[in-house]
C-alpha cells in the first residue's frame, strides 16, 4: 500500500509562511513521477493546487499562483510546497500524492491511495 506522510502544517497569521514536506513512499520511480499537492477545506471536494513534473517544471492553481512553490528531492524521495502570503481561504487539510496516466492524452490523475494530509490554518 502506498503511504504518503505530510508534515509542516500548522497555525499562521494570514501573511505568514508554511513549508509543507510530504515523504513518498520508497519506489524507484520516484524521479520519474510527477506529484502534486491537494488541499480540502471543510465541506468542499479535494482540488490540486499545485503540481511538479520530472524535468521540474511547475504549474499551479489561480489561487496559489504566485504564493506557492512546489520543490521536489529526488535523492530523498521528497516534495515540499512552500506557503507565502498566506491567506485564511488557504486554510485545508493539505495532501500529496503521485500522478499518473493512461495514456499521453489523457489527464493526470492521483493515486488511490492518500496519507492523512496536514491541517494549515491560516487566521485573519
Known amino acids: 500500500q502506498v503511504q504518503f506522510v505530510e508534515s509542516g502544517g500548522g497555525l499562521v497569521q494570514a501573511g505568514g509562511s508554511l513549508r509543507l514536506s510530504c515523504a513518498a513512499p520508497?519506489?524507484?520511480?520516484?524521479?520519474?513521477?510527477?506529484f502534486g499537492w491537494y488541499r480540502q477545506a471543510p465541506g468542499k471536494q479535494r482540488d490540486l493546487v499545485a503540481r511538479i513534473y520530472n524535468g521540474g517544471t511547475t504549474d499551479y492553481s489561480d489561487s496559489v499562483k504566485g504564493r506557492f512553490t512546489i520543490s521536489r528531492d529526488n535523492a530523498k524521495n521528497m516534495v515540499f510546497l512552500q506557503m507565502d502570503s498566506l491567506k485564511p481561504e488557504d486554510t485545508a487539510v493539505y495532501y500529496c500524492?503521485?500522478?499518473?496516466?493512461?495514456?499521453?492524452?489523457?489527464?493526470?490523475?492521483?493515486?488511490?491511495?492518500w496519507g492523512r494530509g496536514i491541517q494549515v490554518t491560516v487566521s485573519s
Open positions: 500524492n503521485v500522478l499518473t496516466r493512461t495514456t499521453l492524452l489523457s489527464p493526470y490523475l492521483p493515486g488511490s491511495d
Open positions: 520508497r519506489r524507484g520511480t520516484f524521479s520519474f513521477d510527477v
